[in-house]
């Protein structure tokens, strides 16, 4: 029987791109996948590990027929990709992506798809690791978790239902908003608290006492920094490209740093309690959703 997408097109083998694959290769849902990157090593141990079946070397000859071309790089990385995809896209194939930021990836693809640009349904699957690379794909990743689309006004509803299908054979759970809501909401819950992680780590590490303190580091510590572990190019493009609404976070955060601060300074036991009892009952209820 035909598999739903006869070939597919990785940009980016490693967590993302990856496990794409092996869990659309598991729901026997893909018939050829083929990967393009920056390193062979990679692409030739995404091979090995029974992510691609082949190694792309001609992006003309390969998207033309592809069913679905996945672009899972960096943001930073997917203006030069559309540039040299645009021209050889066949009239079915469908652009996706893994972007952790929406609108500039938007923006590029309208900049270099030209009128194929209702043929890029943006994607954003809220799954990750700290690790990276082919060897880090796992076959469950996106297993109950969410995947936003973020569908253009060009989109058909035929292909934004193709793009969701693929994802939901992955495992996900699908849902949708616009680019700019994507953005602004992901500014606070995710690309805030890496930003927050990787600072205090480095706060820390410009220390003289640096290894005292992280000898000393334990539960809390690691839980909080665990997402310090990840790529620093990634989160170096994700921080640029969304920019403007994570400059509001920031703000925020330090407002609310600051009451903290004047609490401690006013010795105010109160307000400490109060700020610190809301925050529990918001953690509390939501891991139990």
């Known amino acids: 029987m035909q598999p739903a997408f006869p070939k597919i097109v990785i940009f ?3 967590l993302i791109g990856g496990s794409f694959s092996l869990a659309l290769r598991k729901a026997g849902a893909v018939g050829e996948v083929v990967g393009f990157g920056r390193s062979m090593a990679t692409l030739e141990q995404a091979r090995q590990l029974g992510i691609l079946d082949r ?4 992006v003309a000859k390969e998207v033309c027929d592809a069913d679905i071309v996945l672009l899972a790089t960096p943001v930073a990385q997917m ?3 559309f ?3 645009a021209p050889h896209l066949g009239a ?3 652009v996706t ?4 930021t929406k609108s500039d990836v938007v923006a590029a693809a309208r900049a270099h798809l030209g009128n194929k640009i209702s043929q890029f349904i943006p994607a954003h699957p809220i799954a990750g690791a700290e690790k990276s690379g082919a060897a880090a794909a796992m076959v469950d990743l996106y297993q109950g978790k969410k995947v936003v689309l973020t569908p253009l ?3 058909s509803k035929d292909s934004v239902a193709r ?4 994802w939901e054979l992955c495992g996900a759970v699908v849902s949708e908003l616009t680019a700019a809501q994507h953005d602004t909401v992901f500014a606070a819950v995710s690309h805030l608290p890496h930003l927050l992680s990787f600072a205090l780590v480095h706060d820390l590490a410009q220390r003289d006492n640096r290894d005292q303190l992280l000898s000393f580091a334990a539960s809390g510590f690691r839980d909080f920094t665990r997402i310090a572990a990840s790529s620093p190019e990634m989160w170096r493009d994700i921080s640029l490209a969304n920019r403007e609404a994570l400059l509001v976070e920031v703000k925020r955060y330090a407002d609310e740093l600051f009451v903290v601060y004047q609490a401690l300074q006013n010795n105010d036991a109160a307000k400490l309690e109060e700020i610190f009892s809301l925050a529990r009952e918001v953690r509390s209820a939501w891991t139990q959703q």
């Open 153 to 155: 006004p060009e989109n």
């Open 55 to 58: 190694i792309g070397h001609d």
């Open 12 to 14: 980016g083998v490693g």
């Open 83 to 85: 540039t040299r995809i």
């Open 79 to 81: 203006t030069d990709i």
């Open 92 to 94: 079915h194939t469908l």
């Open 163 to 166: 793009v969701r299908k693929a």
């Open 97 to 100: 992506d893994g972007g952790s």
